[in-house]
């Protein structure tokens, strides 16, 4: 059964850097589009990041995309980090795309990844 794998949370100072990684575990299609949330303590889910074949759309320019095509992952990197960034990190991978480029609808969340700022 494919599952939804996320990995890279942690602790880091404000003003560090943070990769988080998302992968398809068990799925020989390669991930397509994959949307990232924040839900902050006491608040709920935000959206922060897509991405897509075209390319990744962000809140803020501090959070890029990039895809590692080896591990069949995206990945949401945050750079300057601040405080209010706090908060568990989940994708959804959004789509799956098989051997003749046929985007496939898939849908499913990871278990989300704590990311917590030291000031």
């Known amino acids: 059964q494919v599952q939804v794998a996320e990995s890279g949370g942690g602790l880091v100072q404000a003003g560090g850097s943070l990769r988080l990684s998302c992968t398809a575990s068990g799925s020989s299609f390669s991930v397509d589009h994959t949307d990232w949330y924040r839900q902050p303590p006491g608040k709920q889910r935000e959206w922060v990041a897509g991405?897509?074949?075209s390319g990744v759309t962000s809140v803020t320019g501090r959070f890029t995309g990039s895809r590692d095509k080896a591990k069949n992952a995206v990945n949401l990197e945050i750079d300057s980090l601040k405080p209010e960034d706090k908060g568990v990190y989940y994708c959804?991978?959004?789509?799956?795309?098989?051997?003749?480029?046929?985007?496939?609808?898939?849908?499913?969340w990871g278990q989300g990844n704590q990311v917590t700022v030291s000031s």
């Open positions: 991405m897509t074949g």
């Open positions: 959804k991978i959004r789509g799956l795309r098989n051997s003749r480029g046929t985007i496939m609808q898939f849908d499913r």
